[in-house]
């Protein structure tokens, strides 16, 4: 069994008077792609958020790599190696895509290797490198949001839906983005509502509902199982694409 370098136990968080998450258990093993599925309002999120310490869990426990975050500010929890996409993308907008990626990197510098890394995954930031990010397309700025997380290495890459909206040849790219960091030995966890992208990507699979982990497994376990998918996400991922 794969040993894991993020964990999530009991996990309870509220947002003013709500109460989103209760009592989540999660395991991300490491080095491997972990796509956190389920329907719109299970608390996906709410469970990112979390982790990234934004916020932050009133009950519960959450390990990197053995230590507890749980309690650590989002800067502290960054500085381990763990980057986040938010489904927002979170870029700045006034600002051109070489200065959103400096802002990415460590000390404002680039790793030029990292950097060539990036242009082959994203060509267009080449291109795009002094245009404002706010000018760019959807799927240009979804693949700088990327970027900002990956021009470093990291150690945990949590994305969240970043193929909302995207037009298919745009997915591709992220789907070979992913793949190639994955080879690599980076642990992603995703949230990811289309087919395609979490087949192609995902090794094992968390589904939520009404704020618990109702089911973990095998992502390919799940994608052949219609009947399953269709019982635990109210549909069958075919028809989510």
Not at 132 to 157: D, F, H, N, P, T
Request: proline fraction near 3%; include cysteine; charge should be negative.
């Amino acid at each position: 069994m794969t040993e894991a370098l993020l964990t999530l136990e009991a996990i309870a968080t509220d947002i003013g008077a709500y109460h989103i998450l209760h009592g989540v258990d999660l395991v991300v093993p490491r080095g491997e792609v972990t796509m956190l599925l389920g329907r719109n309002g299970a608390g996906k999120t709410t469970s990112l958020r979390s982790i990234m310490g934004l916020w932050p869990p009133h009950h519960g426990t959450i390990r990197f790599d053995g230590q507890a975050i749980e309690r650590l500010a989002t800067p502290e929890i960054a500085r381990l190696g763990i980057a986040y996409v938010p489904e927002n993308m979170g870029i700045f907008t006034q600002l051109t895509v070489q200065e959103n990626l400096k802002l990415a990197a460590h000390s404002a510098r680039f790793d030029e290797a990292r950097l060539d890394d990036v242009f082959r995954f994203f060509p267009i930031l080449k291109t795009k490198w002094t245009d404002r990010a706010g000018l760019m397309s959807g799927g240009q700025k979804q693949m700088l949001a990327v970027a900002r997380a990956i021009v470093e290495e990291r150690r945990l890459l949590i994305v969240d839906e970043p193929t909302k909206g995207l037009a298919p040849a745009v997915i591709d790219q992220l789907i070979e983005c992913f793949l190639e960091l994955k080879a690599r030995a980076t642990t992603i966890l995703l949230v990811e509502q289309n087919f395609h992208m979490a087949c192609s990507v995902g090794d094992s699979v968390a589904v939520m509902d009404n704020g618990r982990i109702i089911h973990s497994g095998s992502m390919a376990t799940l994608a052949a199982d219609a009947d399953l998918q269709t019982h635990l996400l109210g549909l069958s991922l075919a028809s989510h694409q």
